[in-house]
């Protein structure tokens, strides 16, 4: 915990937040599951810490982000802790299909008191709304996960995903249909994990579209 504390830079009362959490976490597991039982052997790294590296990359002025496929809450949860110290102008939306998932999420938010706006819902169904950043964790494929995001984007939208070894292959498979900016950053936790930093997410079919349109 210590370690944690000054890593990310986050008070006692942040840690005791994410110990709560990490309570709830054991809690619940008992009763679905929500995380694969091998990874809460060592739950801190795995999952508190590997979300807590992306705090950095959301953007000082980011006023709204929505997180995807929510789950257990990884990243967003401990995303919303941190904000609650470090940001608390960010609102955060959680979206989540799984209706048992999201009255899990609705006991953690309560009991670690963050404002968190948790949708149980799929995320093609949402209103059109758009947000500053965009985050997802183990999920869906990046070109997936790009169909997704982009009816929410801006120009200047920032997508934070977190990806394993197989990071290349799905970038080149999102070549095929997206343009965008993406910074790789190596992760903290893992030595096979990188962190997709995302901009600029453009259609190239609308690009293609556009340019027949103008010859007519």
């Known amino acids: 915990m210590k370690n944690f504390t000054e890593k990310y830079n986050v008070s006692c009362e942040t840690i005791d937040r994410l110990k709560t959490y990490q309570e709830l976490l054991f809690e619940w597991q008992n009763k679905f599951n929500l995380v694969s039982n091998s990874s809460l052997q060592n739950v801190w790294e795995r999952h508190f810490e590997d979300s807590a590296q992306l705090f950095e ?5 980011a006023k709204k982000l929505i997180d995807f496929g929510s789950g257990a809450g990884f990243p967003a949860m401990v995303l919303a802790i941190m904000s609650l110290e470090k940001t608390p102008y960010l609102k955060i939306t959680m979206v989540e299909s799984i209706k048992k998932k999201t009255l899990y999420l609705n006991e953690v938010a309560l009991k670690t008191g963050v404002n ?46 977190p990806k394993g070894k197989n990071y290349a292959l799905e ?40 340019k027949n349109f103008s010859r007519r």
Not at 185 to 209: A, M, P, R, Y
């Open 57 to 61: 990359f959301i953007p000082k002025d």
């Open 116 to 161: 968190v706006n948790i949708k149980n819902d799929r995320i093609e169904k949402l209103p059109l709304e758009k947000y500053d950043v965009i985050t997802s964790r183990a999920m869906a494929s990046l070109v997936d996960l790009l169909n997704y995001a982009y009816p929410f984007c801006v120009k200047n939208t920032v997508c934070i995903f």
């Open 171 to 210: 970038l080149a498979e999102a070549h095929k249909k997206w343009r965008f900016k993406c910074n790789i950053v190596q992760s903290k936790i893992s030595e096979e994990g990188k962190i997709l930093i995302i901009t600029d997410i453009k259609n190239k079919k609308e690009k293609t579209n556009a």
